[in-house]
C-alpha cells in the first residue's frame, strides 16, 4: 500500500530545517511563533473543510512548536515562570481543540502570540 505524502509537507520541512540551521535563539524563537501561527491558521482551514486528517497534523504541529519553546525557556530569568505558564496553557488549549475543536480559541492563541511576536520584534 502507498503512503500518501503531501509534496508542499516536504517542502515546507526542507526550509523549516534550512532556517533552523545557523539560526540565532531570536530567531528561532520567531520560526516558533511563525510555525504556531501557521498551524493554526491550517487547522481552522482543515476543520473548515472537514478534513480531519490535516487538522490532526496541524494541531500536532503546533503543539510541537509550542514545546520548542517551552524547551528555551530560562526559569532563571525574572520572565522564566511567566513564559512557561503561557505556553503550558496554550498547550494545553490547542490539545484540548484536538478532542473538542474551537476555531476562537485558537484564533485567540493564535492573536496573543502574534502580539508577542511583534513587541519581540519592535524591541
Not at 6 to 12: I, K, N, Q, T, V
Not at 68 to 81: C, F, I, K, R, Y
Amino acid at each position: 500500500m502507498l503512503i500518501q505524502r503531501d509534496p508542499s509537507e516536504a517542502y515546507r520541512r526542507v526550509d523549516f530545517d534550512a532556517r533552523v540551521s545557523g539560526a540565532t535563539p531570536k530567531q528561532l524563537v520567531e520560526l516558533c511563533f511563525e510555525q504556531l501561527a501557521g498551524s493554526i491558521d491550517r487547522a481552522i482551514f482543515a476543520a473548515g473543510r472537514g478534513d480531519n486528517a490535516m487538522k490532526s497534523a496541524a494541531l500536532t504541529r503546533a503543539v510541537a512548536a509550542l514545546t520548542a519553546l517551552q524547551m528555551g525557556v530560562d526559569t532563571e530569568v525574572p520572565t522564566g515562570s511567566a513564559l512557561m505558564q503561557l505556553y503550558q496553557s496554550a498547550r494545553r488549549a490547542v490539545l484540548d481543540c484536538a478532542v473538542r475543536f474551537d476555531a476562537a480559541v485558537l484564533e485567540a492563541i493564535r492573536r496573543d502570540f502574534g502580539e508577542i511576536r511583534d513587541a519581540m520584534r519592535s524591541s
